[in-house]
């Protein structure tokens, strides 16, 4: 009886590992294609929603840039008596000063900021803005990527004016205490160079349309953009909200002109 059993299970050994030797030698091609397909099927479907995620953490990134410049400009307020900056100025000599010997608002609120890399967009960054025309991010007023409402609130003192008058008769600076509604008084947001590869340091509001001087919806993609506004916050919004499709017309000027005045 013993013999028996011992034979016994020596054969059920046997048996079994034959089994594993057997299922040990590989998938079949079959196994190989349906898990490959799985593999893409997953990847067409989760790649677009990473890229989708990526893109919008940079967005964030980049509202929490405006927001610190926003600060900054806080700061900036403080020390100069409720004055908003101009957005350019004469500087000659300065190491600092552009071709034609002037500085920018951004060089005024780098004092109060992280310096230079503040500025500078995170998809600008890795160069994934959607615009037709690539450009590359530079710490000046043609690169810079950042645009402030300068036609009201950094006026330079243009000989010309530039059509100005109309809304600022009489003065050419504004302080912080004559903004009628902050939380709708655009401060900053996402900007382009003009088609010359100019200015994309500045909202200019007469020339959005003709100059492509308004809130940039290619650079996080939906026709979108970055904008803080004079109280702090930060919103993401649609350029068909914010730019006028006209120029020269009030259409959304509330969100520009710091009294929300319509033109005589």
Excluded at 32 to 44: H, P
Excluded at 126 to 137: A, K, V
Excluded at 170 to 188: A, C, D, F, T, Y
Excluded at 216 to 240: I, P, Q, Y
Aim: charged residues 20%; hydrophobic residues 35%.
């Amino acid at each position: 009886m013993t013999t028996r059993r011992e034979a016994t299970s020596e054969q059920v050994v046997c048996v079994y590992t034959s089994s594993l030797r057997r299922r040990s030698a590989g998938f079949t091609l079959i196994e190989v294609l349906v898990v490959v397909a799985i593999i893409g099927i997953l990847m067409a479907v989760l790649i677009p929603s990473l890229t989708t995620a990526r893109e919008q953490a940079r967005r964030i990134a980049c509202q929490s840039n405006l927001q610190q410049l926003q600060k900054a400009n806080v700061y900036y307020l403080m020390a100069f008596r409720g004055i908003f900056p101009p957005h350019r100025f004469k500087a000659p000599g300065d190491k600092e000063a552009d071709s034609t010997g002037e500085k920018h608002w951004f060089h005024l609120l780098g004092q109060y900021a992280k310096g230079k890399e503040l500025p500078h967009c995170p998809t600008l960054k890795l160069n994934l803005q959607q615009d037709r025309n690539l450009w590359s991010w530079q710490y000046n007023s043609r690169n810079i990527g950042y645009g402030y409402n300068a036609f009201f609130l950094g006026l330079y003192n243009h000989p010309d004016k530039e059509t100005c008058g109309t809304y600022i008769p009489g003065s050419l600076w504004w302080r912080e205490s004559r903004v009628k509604v902050p939380s709708m008084n655009i401060l900053l947001g996402d900007s382009n160079p003009k088609g010359d590869g100019e200015w994309s340091s500045t909202l200019w509001w007469p020339y959005i349309n003709a100059y492509g001087e308004g809130l940039n919806g290619n650079r996080h993609r939906r026709g979108s953009g970055n904008l803080v506004f004079n109280d702090g916050h930060a919103e993401f919004r649609m350029t068909k909200t914010i730019n006028p499709r006209r120029d020269n017309t009030d259409e959304f000027i509330q969100y520009w002109d710091p009294f929300q005045r319509r033109k005589p």
